[in-house]
RNA sequence: GGCGCAGUAGCCAAGUGGUAAGGCAUGGGUCUGCAACACCCUGAUUCACCGGUUCAAAUCCGGUCUGCGCCUCCA
């Protein structure tokens, strides 16, 4: 398995530290709104890598936390009149639930910031006794950059270059030694939430939580650390200075980054008015759609979306859908049980399509080859199976088709949902209608139950129905 | 100014030295009471442009044009 490396910028192949284990830490996101589209890429992009690691028989320890100490959360705090912990709380629930729908497995632990401050002041302590870290007479306590030799060296940046950078990055009033110096803890201004600490009643600055939830939970050494590529300067490069600083251990062994979501081949930005909540998202489609949708290309590549772009993911996914209830339709109405020796051929025949999945996922995650080799064996099933099939051939064909797609994310079965007594007559009478070319009623009830979100299909196999 | 990414059919998108996957859309056909599903056929003599290397280039090298990202909170 190769994997794309942001620090050594190649393909490298993916050796865990610890056989058959994988430590990964991703970046989660700040609670202090509904999540956007843009921060569900992450999400479904590093599911798909545990998924496909799991798959591949690893163990995989995943970390993702929720940042729930920040300015912009103390912010809608006092807009609405509320604790910072109500805002982040409430936040933290919207986003699960956005997360379930789009089939993005919970961490195997979501740790909080606030949960962590002890944690933070060892680390912060032990940066200070090591010389890495100075407190300035506020209490602000900064990191000293210049002294980590090798800062920079994810974002490929020199601290010249930095400095002599077209932006004017000093800020006013700060009295750090060196303007690169960033903040690992802070005072506190009137009526912000804050800890005790050694330094001042304060908080602490964004980068040090990641370092310190990354050690708690996964330890010094980690294998895989993940997130936004807008976060590998300065964030990512500054949890490498604090870790490796404070545990003189390399950090992570593979950085790995998702591109930007645009929308409508603009960065999405809320002045810009094209700014969307999955929430939003999920009120038109589906959630699935929005992750075969982002599956579709591969996630280093910006992605654009739009509403054309949804609805063509939408037909796409569709046709795997409605691969996958065809072949349980069969099954259900299968006369013959076992496959026959020709049956076992095609069975066989259909490991190609498994192979091109995984050479692709393989591959630094191409999910977009991967779902072609789904499309492949979608037609391969189309084309290869009848109602004359066997429950043996059906069942196989439809446990490695879904065995694929769960890699992905994407869910085949739809929830075993009992008929209303209603529409089942509704079915039988509209049968007998056609019988009798009574074709008006048979069009009428099949609108009704279009109605109650039933769709109709008649097959050569006998009628089928979905919910739309 | 520094660092980096991208330009492949109407659209989306793989492919990074061996002669252009896959999907959506379009048009035609099979099936069908109709619709839907499915299947068959329909598409790039060509991969932004110009040079070069090579038996062979979308893939490597040099240059040009265009778009984009990061360097500041940001997934």
Known sequence: MKVYNTLSRQKEEFVPLEAGKVKMYVCGPTVYNLIHIGNARPMMVFDTVRRYMEYKGFEVNFVSNFTDVDDKIIKKAVEEGISAQEVSQRYIEECKKDMAAMNVRPATTHPLATQ?????????????????????????????????????????????????????????????????????????????????????????????????????????????????????FPHHENEIAQSEACNGKIFAKYWIHNGFLNIDNKKMSKSEGNFFTVREIGEKYDLQVLRFFMLSAHYRSPLN??????????????????????????????????????????????????????????????????????????????????????????????????GLCDVLGLILRKEEEILDEEIEKLIAERQAARKEKNFARADEIRDILLGKGIILEDTREGVKWKRA
Not at 340 to 349: L, R, V, Y
Not at 371 to 377: D, G, K
Not at 379 to 388: A, Q
Request: hydrophobic residues 35%.
């Open 116 to 232: 962590e401050i002890g944690g933070m002041l060892e680390m912060i302590s032990t940066l200070v006794d090591k010389g890495f870290a100075y407190a300035v007479e506020d209490g602000t306590v900064y990191f000293r950059t210049r002294k980590f030799k090798e800062y920079g060296k994810l974002s490929h940046k020199n601290l010249d270059d930095l400095q002599a950078g077209h932006r004017d990055i000093k800020v006013t009033g700060e009295d750090k030694e060196d303007s690169l110096d960033f903040v690992l803890w802070k005072p506190k201004k009137e009526g912000e939430p804050y800890w005790e600490s050694p330094w001042c009643n304060g908080r602490p600055g964004w980068h040090i939580e990641c370092s310190v939830m990354a050690k708690k939970y996964l330890g010094e050494e980690i294998d895989i650390h993940a997130g936004g590529e807008d976060l590998i």
């Open 305 to 402: 979306f739009s509403a054309d772009l949804m609805e063509a993911a939408k037909n796409g996914l569709e046709r795997i859908l409605n691969a996958a209830q065809n072949l349980q339709h069969l099954q259900k109405n299968a006369v013959a049980d076992m496959m026959t020796q020709e049956e076992a051929e095609i069975f066989a025949g259909s490991q190609a399509f498994v192979e091109k999945f995984e050479r692709a996922m393989d591959d630094d995650f191409n999910t977009a080859d991967a779902i072609s080799a789904v499309f492949e064996f979608v037609k391969y099933c189309n084309t290869n199976v009848t109602e004359k099939g066997s429950r043996e051939l059906l069942e196989n064909l439809y446990q490695r088709l879904d």
